[in-house]
Structure formats: C-alpha cells, structure tokens
C-alpha cells in the first residue's frame, strides 16, 4: 500500500504542475469527436480528474456544453459521484497517511472529522452543499473518517446534486451562445425560457447552499489551531 499511495502522491503532483486548464479543454475536445463513446469517455475523464485534484467545475460546464442540459447532467453526475468514490476509497485504504498528514495542518478539516464521528452522513451532505469545502480534497479527506462508504456515497448523490444541475445548466448556455451562427437560432420566447430556468436555478442552488453554512455554523466544533 505504501508503494501505491507513493505512485499516486508523484502522478498527482507531476499532473499538478502543468497547464491544467489547457490539457482538460484538449480532453473535452477529443471526448467530442468520440461520437458513442463520447459519454462512457467524459465519465472516465471526469473520474480521472477528480483523482488528480483536477477542479470539477470547467468539465462540468463542458459536459453541458457538449451533451446539452439534460444528459449533461447525467454524465457530469455519474462522474463526479464515480470520481468522489475512488477518491473516497483511495483515501482510506491506499493513501491514508498523505491524505491525514496533509489535512493535519488544517483545522477546519479536524473539526469536519469530530463532527463527522458525531452526525455521518448529514454532514457529508451539508458540505456537499456548501461551496466552502474543496470537493476533491473532500473526496480523499472523507476517506479518513468514520464514515462508511454508503453513507458517504448517498450523502454525495445527494448533495452534490444542485450544483451539478446549475453548472451544468451553465455549460449549456455557453454551448448554445457559442453555436449562434452555426445552426438555427433560439427565438426570444426560447431564450425567456432558458435565462427564467437559470436564475431559478441559481436562486435556488445558492439558497440551499447559504441553509447549509448556517447548518455547519451550528454542528461544527471551533477549529482551532
């Protein structure tokens, strides 16, 4: 396990210092001219960079871009939970020491693990919601506590949800602005629809996430250094 934790440790790093931004543009570009595999593709990609604490939410916003809202959605969940998942379970049985040495020096992440012993799951799914913690370093910090794999995978599903929907939603908009010109044009009625579904959207997702700082506010324990 040692070894293994080490090879991950030197990819993630190697990966790390390089172009990020440049190298998974290139990759949604490629998933595009995979015609039936393209979705199978962005979902492994989507794993891939969630291990190597790529930031989620440019290949979200791709996937909308890409797969429209609907089946963006889809995709960009099934990769974000499969990548939360292998994070999750790389952390508690192959990296297990980077991972705690790494969350040791951060006291928000230690008073996460006492809350976590006491609450499981509801605390997963408060985070979730929260824009405040880092979802891939959340994915490897889970696996070092106490909660199990369900609760952690049902919690995440949950959770993760809203922001899925709305940054897809953005992706999808952006694909559609960028297409104008190349193929029929959306009428303005199209257009009221679409801009009414994304401050909705965006309304609701950011209500439920202010519901859930003020959640954490009260079952998170001081972090102190």
């Known amino acids: 396990m040692g070894v293994l934790a080490l090879v991950l440790v030197g990819v993630v790093l190697l990966f790390r210092s390089f172009p990020v931004g440049g190298y998974v543009t290139s990759a949604l570009e490629w998933v595009r001219g995979q015609g039936a595999w393209a979705p199978l593709l962005f979902i492994a990609v989507y794993v891939v960079a969630c291990v190597l604490f790529v930031p989620g939410s440019l290949i979200t916003l791709g996937g909308g871009a890409l797969f429209g809202w609907w089946w963006g959605t889809v995709y960009v969940f099934a990769g974000a939970l499969g990548g939360a998942t ?35 799951w509801k605390i997963v799914l408060l985070t979730r919601l929260s824009p405040g913690f880092p979802f891939t370093l959340l994915n490897y910090a889970y696996g070092v506590t106490r909660v199990s794999l369900r609760d952690y995978v049902f919690a995440s599903a949950v959770g993760m949800l809203p922001g899925t929907i709305l940054y897809v939603y953005l992706g999808t908009v952006a694909g559609d602005l960028s297409r104008l010109g190349q193929s029929r044009t959306r009428s303005t009625a199209e257009w009221a629809l679409l801009a009414a579904g994304l401050l909705v959207t965006v309304l609701l997702t950011f209500y439920l996430a202010r519901l859930a700082r003020e959640a954490l506010g009260r079952r998170l324990p001081p972090a102190t250094e």
């Open 86 to 120: 292998v994070s999750f379970l790389l952390g508690r049985f192959v990296a297990r020491d980077w991972v705690t040495r790494r969350l040791e020096s951060q006291p928000r992440f230690r008073a996460l693990d006492q809350a976590v012993g006491r609450e499981g």
